[in-house]
């Protein structure tokens, strides 16, 4: 890996991890004639967020550097995509582990409906985050981003809008956990470092609640990971979860078994753990654990994610949906809409953008997405409550009606707009449901 890098900067003939003080480089570039470059962006993580934007940003000839302290880290994730990111991120067969088109539905007392995709065409993506990051990573360095593996510690926020900012860094080129400090001075800034983001705390974002994921990789015999082949499973209940859902993925040569939830001390994870692995005990015999993981997921948008000339996006930014608690198409997405948006006001890097230039891509985020955040948010409101009416929301999910517009919604990620009759007819199975259910008791 390393040494692809350090090729690919030395095509573009700087060394990598030290750029050219900007005079110089400035200097330089007039005196051959060309226009010289005056914007220089830097992208704070390389998941699908920070690499959807460097590779944009990269494109349009934008001088951007992409740091990330790990480089073959994988972030534990159910790994779901939808099939229209796989379209939209060009996205080759072989990141796609599995191809799911049956997904059991499972309530608190194991009734079990069945949702199946009857598009053969059409699918759910299963990926393992070390293979999907790493391959939008790589790409983005070969089109042209100066990829950095390092741990970005501070950011010198300069006093007026031209100054650039200063972000202190300790390089691990060498290999080292200790590596090297070093600066580099950019005009604008992508916080793209995921829940935890030291971007977003150096440009005071603001705080917001948080879940944790937590999940184990589990290797099965062969016999029972063939049941898996093309099957997902979500668990609800307040054993597996209090507030969310458990689920059992499929990946290349194993299942992720894991669950969500708002509570984050480690004695209610265990036990809810404990809930998936008793309720899928069956289906898993024989299984033997490979990883175990843990990551905080944000529960909304942070109050603040444009500053100054920092913008924050994916997780840093709060993108992650209540109810489904899908996040990597929405983070790919807002990288690359963030970074699209510097493009055009940056006349493609020829002049520096404002905070209001930013703020266009808050517009047009929340402008394209605002509605499908505030319904995902008012079914988990209504249906992760409790186990009432975890049992009217599996119930309802037999409907066919229901069925579709939840694939469509989730396949092309918008919130389908269904004729009256289907809208009326969907309502009142909904509010049957939960009579039944006793779910709309106080």
């Known amino acids: ?7 690919l900067s030395k095509v573009r003939g700087r060394a990598q991890n030290q ?7 400035l ?5 051959i004639g060309r226009r010289p470059l005056t914007l220089r962006v830097a992208v704070v993580g390389s998941g699908p967020a920070g690499s959807s934007a460097a590779e944009t940003l990269a494109k349009a000839g934008i001088e951007t550097y992409l740091f990330e302290r790990k480089l073959d880290n994988a972030k534990p994730c159910g790994g779901a995509i939808p099939l229209c ?6 996205l080759p067969p072989e990141i796609i582990d599995r191809r799911v088109r049956k997904m059991k539905m499972i309530s608190p007392s194991n009734r079990e409906v069945d949702i199946n995709l009857v598009n053969q065409e059409e699918y759910i993506g299963m990926c393992r985050r070390e293979v999907l990051d790493g391959f939008l990573r790589n790409r983005a360095a070969k089109l042209g981003a100066n990829l950095i593996n390092a741990t ?3 950011v010198d926020i300069p006093t007026n809008n031209t100054d650039p900012y200063t972000i202190h860094y300790v390089d691990h080129a060498d290999g080292s ?4 400090s070093k600066t580099l001075k950019v005009d604008l800034i992508i916080g793209a470092d995921g829940a935890n983001s030291r971007i977003a705390k150096e440009m005071d974002a603001g705080d917001y609640n948080y879940a944790i994921a937590f999940q184990e990789r589990i290797r099965l015999p062969q016999d029972k990971m063939a049941f898996y082949n ?8 307040d054993d597996v979860s209090t507030d969310f859902y458990a689920w059992v993925f499929p990946k290349y040569d194993h299942v992720a078994v894991g669950t969500g939830t708002m509570h984050v001390n480690k004695a209610s994870i265990k036990q809810l753990q404990a809930g998936i692995r008793a309720r899928a005990a069956k289906k898993l015999e024989g299984g033997k654990i490979i990883k175990v993981e843990a990551h905080p997921i944000p529960e909304h948008p942070r109050p603040r994610r444009v500053v100054g000339r920092i913008a924050l996006v994916g997780d840093a930014a709060g993108y992650v949906t209540k109810s489904s608690g899908e996040g990597i198409y929405f983070a790919a997405k807002s990288g690359r809409m963030c970074a699209e948006t510097i493009v055009e006001t940056s006349n493609n890097g020829s002049r520096i953008p404002t905070e209001n230039d930013l703020k266009q891509y808050i517009k047009r985020w929340d402008k394209k997405y605002g509605l499908t955040y505030k319904v995902l948010d008012i079914l988990q409101t209504v249906f992760y409550r409790s186990d009432a009416t975890r049992e009217a929301f599996v119930e309802m999910c037999a409907d ?6 939840t694939f469509d919604s989730y396949l092309y990620k918008t919130v389908v707009p269904a004729n009256p009759i289907t809208q009326l007819k969907i309502t009142a199975k909904t509010i049957g449901s939960l009579i039944r259910g006793n779910a709309l008791a106080p």
Do not use: C
């Not at 200097?27 to 005196?31: D, E, H, L, Q």
């Not at 093309?230 to 209940?237: I, P, S, T």
């Open 1 to 7: 890996m390393l040494r692809n890098i350090a090729f």
């Open 19 to 25: 750029p050219k003080d900007r005079g110089t480089m």
């Open 27 to 31: 200097s330089v570039n007039v005196k």
């Open 85 to 90: 990111m796989v379209g939209e991120f060009d």
């Open 152 to 154: 970005v510690h501070k």
């Open 177 to 180: 956990v200790q590596g090297v």
């Open 230 to 237: 093309d099957l997902a499973e979500m668990y609800v209940g």
């Open 400 to 405: 066919m009606d229901v069925q579709r517009l």
